[in-house]
Nanobody, 123 residues
Framework: QLQLVESGGGLVQSGGSLRLSCAAS????????IGWFRQAPGRDREGVLC????????AYADSVKGRFTISRGTAKDTVYLQMNSLKPEDTAVYYC????????????????WGKGTRVTVDD
């Protein structure tokens, strides 16, 4: 069973940056597509970005284009979500998840999920 742990969330001022990490112990994440998703209070979970096993990127949320990027760490066991120019509407719990491929928009049926890390953007 693949276990994913997110970290790096917190409170940040509007316009600030955070880097979220998605880590797995003892397992290379290169074998999995890794997606970042978020859920704001009272809203459905939404896809943010996904990186495939061939490192192609799928973007789900137009609102993060040009501000968020996804990348794999050199140690092969971490995937990052770099978030710049944060806005109050980015406030949510952010989850990473793994599957054999990046999902289609709206069909976020991933095989493994982390427990999430909370991001709060204060205006």
């Amino acid at each position: 069973q693949l276990q994913l742990v997110e970290s790096g969330g917190g409170l940040v001022q509007s316009g600030g940056s955070l880097r979220l990490s998605c880590a797995a112990s003892g397992v290379s994440l290169d074998y999995y597509a890794i997606g970042w998703f978020r859920q704001a209070p009272g809203r459905d979970r939404e896809g943010v970005l996904c990186i495939s096993t061939s490192d192609s990127i799928t973007a789900y949320a137009d609102s993060v284009k040009g501000r968020f990027t996804i990348s794999r760490g050199t140690a092969k066991d971490t995937v990052y979500l770099q978030m710049n120019s944060l806005k109050p509407e980015d406030t949510a719990v952010y989850y990473c998840a793994a599957a054999w491929g990046c999902p289609h928009f709206g069909d976020y049926d991933m095989n493994y999920w982390g427990k999430g890390t909370r991001v709060t953007v204060d205006d």
